[in-house]
């Protein structure tokens, strides 16, 4: 027989998800309503405007994807790429190198800026590459890699590539609702991110975005989307429009919860959360590094809410990790890659991102110590 679910009652400080309000789950447990009831049609008009205000742009096309991040990324790079158009794309940690296989699988032909894990892409960079390519169609960048915990500029080089009549995209999975991120004003051209990390909602949905001169790129291409779910001419419709067709059922208690999470972040303020996740982090990052942890990235460029620090000497990484999951129900994440065995992923995100959690964490530390 199958037991009842019945799961630990976990402290959420990984690299995703994290910690939901009991408000998102109330939420999550609404009873059902049909996906084209008029009153989820309404719900869908009030996440669409949400989201607009929480990316910070006034983006027409804007909408949530009925999939997680990642399906978010395949939407911007399926969409605006055709098989022999040119993208360059920064890779320094996982999710470039994610990025990469998709541009590839679409036929186009990509030129690489790789960088050591933890370090970013800089505008001297950028420069290089368009010398070999000066014409792109797109830039790609991680706003915040996961994999790395490192924060990458991206209005300095949004004009480069502008000037040099490409578009510019961006991956903020990590980065939204947590530090700064201004889509009109940096001019970001196709933007997508996920509901897990700072808006701490389920995983499981990709809020996108797309500028004027990304729909122009859409309504120009010469062949049809390899992908029919991710076709962004037949799901556009669905999220908004006069005319609201079928195009596939929407996660409707997703959804439910994805609204009172972006409530939540309206309710705190935006600008008021990036400074409390940079505040947490202060906190933190001062007393781990009392304990000997040292951060992988430099001061300048880390990320306030994903902190990737390598053990004091002579710890068993995983040994610990597990430790902390089993007797004290606190989760952290391990390296990838290169990093795995040798550092952790502190997440502090949305929900998980209290003096409380940086307490409970710190604590275990130094009890497993004793
Ligand atoms: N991009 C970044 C920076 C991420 O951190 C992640 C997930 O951790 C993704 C993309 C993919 O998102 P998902 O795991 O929701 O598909």
Known sequence: ?????????????????????????????????????????????????????????????????????????????????????????????????????????????????????????TVEDVKKVLNICPKPKLLALVHAETSTGALQPIKEISDLVHNAGGMLMVDAVTSYCGVELRVDDWDIDAIYTGTQKCLSAPPGLSPVSFSDRAVQALENRKTKVQSWFLDLSLVKNYWGGSKRAYHHTAPVSSVFALRESLRIVLEEGLESRWERHNAVHQVLKAKLEKLGFKYLVEEQHRLPNLNSVFLPNGNDEALIRNKLLKDYNIEVGGGLGDFAGKIWRIGIMGESCTLNHVNMLISALEDMNE
């Open 1 to 121: 027989m199958y037991t009842e679910l019945n799961t630990s009652n976990r402290i959420l400080m990984g690299p995703g998800p994290s910690d939901a309000h009991p408000r998102v789950l109330k939420a999550m447990s609404t009873p059902l309503i049909g996906h084209l009831d008029p009153e989820f049609v309404s719900i869908m008009d009030e996440v669409k405007s949400m989201v607009q205000k929480t990316f910070l742009t006034q983006n027409h096309l804007t909408f949530v994807v009925s999939a997680p991040g990642s399906a978010g990324m395949e939407t911007c790079l399926v969409n605006l790429l055709e098989p022999g158009d040119e993208i360059i794309i920064g890779v320094n940690g996982v999710f470039g190198g994610r990025m990469t296989d998709i541009a590839e699988r679409c036929g186009a032909k990509v030129h690489k800026i790789e960088k050591q894990w933890g370090d970013i892409i």
